[in-house]
Each structure stands twice: as C-alpha cells, then as structure tokens.
C-alpha cells in the first residue's frame, strides 16, 4: 500500500486476479481495458508476462487412499464420519428418501420431485428457506478429458500456492486425484472463457488451431466477435475445446488451475418442517436441451435425475429472507408458476399443520400458479386441488399458455382477480417466485397499474407506493 501513496511503479501480477474466480467469472475480459486505464492513472508498471505465469505448482504425491480427499469440501473424511453442526464447508451426506417425475408422459421436459432423509443430522430449517446441493460432473465428460489429455486419473497429486504468503494453499481441497478434481471441484461444463483459451493455445501442436485459440482469446476485433458466437453462445466447454482442438494437449494440472470451482448450487426449499419429520424436499426442472448436434445439460440437475432412492448427496441449508407472520385477518396471495410453486408448496403444508393444531383459523391463502398445460407440467395438481378442497387454500387459480388458441399467464390472473390481490396488498403480504426476467417483473407493473386503478394514483405516485410496501416486507420475492 505505501507503494501506491508513493506512486512508485508496482508490478501488477494477473495470477491475483485468479484467487476470487467467482468474482470474475461472468467476463474476464474486462481486465483487458480496466488494468491498462488503472495502471496509467496510477503510474503502475503492468508485468506483461504475469498473466501466463503460473501460480501453483504440481506435486505428485503417494499415499494411501483415506489419506486423499474424495470429493469433501472441508474436513478429510467427513462424509464417512459426519458431525454437525452441516453448513457450506460442511455439508451434511443426505440419503434420498424420494426421486420422482412430476411431469406427464406427454411432456418433453423432465421435473423431479426430491426429498432427502436428514436422519441424525440435526439441521434445522423453516418453510421458504434454499437448500444447498453440491453436484459431481457427468462421468462421460469426465472421461473424455482424461481420453483426450492422455494421463493417469487416478494419480494423486496437490496444487500447491507459490505465493507462499497467501491463505488460500490449494486451488481445492488437496491431496486428491485428477479423477476426483475432474469430477467434484472443477467446472467441466461451463463456457470456458478467453483467459484459458490463450493460456493452452501453446499446447497447439497445429499452427491453425493455435492461431484460431490465440485469436478468440483477444478482446477486441474480429477474436471478440468470434469468441462470443463460437464459445458463449454456442455454450462451449472445456471439453468441446479439447475435443475440437485436438492436437491441444495442456498438461492436466495447468486446465485444473485455469478452470473454476464447481459450484453448489441452490433451490428453494418446497417442504415445511412442521409437516414432515427430518425430511427437507426439493423440486427441480432438469435442464437439457441441444445446441446443433451438441446435447447440453444442467450439472446438478442432470446429477441429481440419476440419482437412486438410498444414494446420497451433500446438501445444506441457506436461510431465506422469504419470511411472513400471518393471523386470520390476513390475506396472502402467493404468485409461482412452474417450479416458483417450491417455496409455496412448504407454506401450504405449514399452514395446513396450523390448522390441524388450530393454531390458524380462517384467513385467505391464494395460490396463483401457471404452466403449458393441465395435462402435461401441472405438478402437483391433485395436491393442491386435495389442499383447496379441505379449505388450506381458500382460492387456486390456474394460468395455462398452451392449453388453447390464447396463452394465458399468471399475470393475466392477477388482473382478472384485483380484488383479492388489492386486499393482500391492503392487510397481508403478496410472494411471488420463479423467472425474474419476465414474471417477477410483469406482476410488479400488475401490482403498480392496480394500485394507480384502485386508489386514482398516477403511475409514480403507484411506484412509490409500491416501494412503500415493498420495505415493509410485505412483498417477498424469491427469483433468478
């Protein structure tokens, strides 16, 4: 820091840039422009060979196997000996009570409905929280690494920090083998970005296809234009890089480096613990669908459809701001369609627990929920109706886009039932979850016309007021 009070030149190293992936994984080109602006207001001396040095170093390493993690996150050994307390370092080995279709035959898609046994583990959750899911990568991708790069899987090894000082030892939890790095650490399936791209282009023993990585690597000009439509939308991996680039050969250590962690991913939780016992569910539309010739798959999605009843997975729990007290005076409108109805569905089952307790008397508890089509994705169809004949639900109301001639949404229902939506907003709480992009945003311009209607409010006296119950946590959403 006293270098840059004293504005004294300073060697900027991009292997810094390296430790926070997640920071920088969206683009990381933007360092192509911000570096050189930064470097030339600050008088900064940019090291042009940092960006290819190498930051950790392979060690081959022999040891016996329980001395190797195995696709752990933090303690060696812990999914063979749990203890909790279970969090994100430490996720706790659930076993899998239930793995079902929730989906027709009819339908193209695939929706899974999951539950995990949380047996001793002692994790506590509430109706609305996430669940954390660790997922392992298709062995199939796996394999063709190992084929195409031609080494040992199974060799133990450590990638050890050459940055001494720095905390952070290892790029994953180390001693492992290049199998189990392949598998649980490291992104396989994402776009691969341009910084691994000019980075394993020396290892092009074709002078074509070096030149062609070299130039998709660059972030301007025709390399950028080619980089965007050749990787980004045409979703290209690791894999299809060295499958495509075939006499590009980079020793297996440097891609481990180069490649992202593997992320856990999250969903909402669509069970309460109030309605079934050490149990947490989970439900999840698989994503799959082909580019070309190329067939794309969900990670974890694609992880957990194979998954057996009695295999395990790691999971955790993330606590959601997704929270409501409610009385009988109240009325709750809850907005989900597709897998948006997760949380929902943890709310009506804690609300049906109330009832029978006769903790919750009366009160309105809608549900807004849309699909294509009742005969294909209307999951949980024979639930909910079961829920608003016994009176869980005092109203359900149903959205279907490709049941006729019209596509009928969600927002078409909230329009066509103000009312009720009105006295939500008036005394109780709107919840909305699923797609952000399009739903989320359209039921809030719903909201907004509706309360300019009802209460003779100009479109930004609406959106003020919208705000106003937006803050007071009246309006809760949950959407990606």
Not at 101 to 111: G, V
Not at 136 to 159: M, R
Not at 247 to 254: A, T
Not at 385 to 412: I, N
Request: proline share 5%; glycine share 6%.
């Amino acid at each position: 820091m006293s270098a840059l009070m004293e504005g004294r030149s300073l060697q900027l190293s991009m292997k810094y840039f390296k430790i926070y992936p997640e920071i920088i994984n969206v683009d990381v080109r933007w360092r192509d422009v911000f570096l050189p602006a930064a470097a030339s207001s600050f008088g900064w001396e940019l090291d042009p060979e940092a960006e290819s040095a190498r930051q950790y170093r392979l060690q081959l390493v022999e040891t016996t196997p329980d001395r190797l993690y195995s696709g752990e996150f933090g303690r060696l050994n812990s999914h063979v000996k749990p203890r909790p307390p279970f969090d994100q370092k430490t996720p706790f080995f659930a076993t899998i009570k239930v793995n079902r279709e929730l989906h027709t035959e009819k339908s193209d898609r695939s929706c899974r409905h999951i539950e995990f046994d949380l047996g001793t583990s002692m994790i506590r959750y509430e109706a609305g929280d996430h669940l954390g899911v660790y997922p392992t990568n298709e062995t199939v991708l796996v394999d063709k690494i190992c084929s195409l790069l031609e080494f040992n899987p199974t060799q133990a090894f450590k990638l050890i920090n050459l940055d001494e000082e720095s905390n952070k030892k290892h790029p994953f939890p180390c001693p492992t083998t290049f199998r189990v790095a392949l598998s649980h650490y490291v992104d396989i399936s994402a776009p691969v970005k341009a910084h691994v791209l000019k980075a394993i282009a020396e290892f092009a023993t074709d002078e074509e296809q070096k030149k062609k990585l070299i130039l998709m690597s660059n972030s301007e000009g025709e390399g950028h234009t080619l980089f965007n439509d050749y990787v980004t939308r045409e979703r290209r991996s690791i894999v299809d890089i060295l499958s495509e680039f075939s006499s590009c050969k980079p020793p297996i250590d440097l891609v481990l480096e180069l490649l992202p962690r593997l992320q856990v991913r999250y969903y909402s939780i669509s069970s309460s613990p109030k309605a079934v016992d050490k149990s947490v569910h989970i439900t999840a539309v698989v994503t799959q669908y082909k580019i070309g010739e190329r067939q794309i798959n969900g990670v974890c999605t694609t992880f957990l459809r194979h998954k057996a009843v009695g295999d395990t997975v790691p999971i955790f729990v993330r606590k959601s701001t997704m929270r409501m007290t409610y009385n009988d005076t109240q009325t709750v409108v809850m907005i989900g369609p597709g897998t948006g109805i997760a949380p929902f569905r943890g709310f009506i089952q804690e609300r049906k627990a109330l009832i029978d307790r006769g903790t919750v008397g009366g009160g309105k508890f809608a549900l807004f929920f849309g699909c294509r089509h009742p005969d294909i994705d209307f999951i949980y169809k024979d639930e909910l109706e079961q829920y608003k004949k016994d009176g869980v639900l005092s109203h359900l109301f149903t959205a279907f886009s490709r049941e006729g001639p019209k596509k009928v949404y969600v927002q078409d229902k909230l329009v066509e039932n103000e009312d009720l939506v009105y006295a939500a907003y008036q005394n109780g709480f709107v919840l909305v979850c699923g797609d952000a992009k399009n739903m989320a945003r359209d039921v809030q311009q719903c909201l907004i016309k509706m309360i300019a209607k009802k209460e003779s409010k100009s479109e930004e006296e609406a959106q003020t007021a919208f705000k106003t119950f937006e803050k007071s946590r009246r309006y809760l959403a949950d959407v990606w």
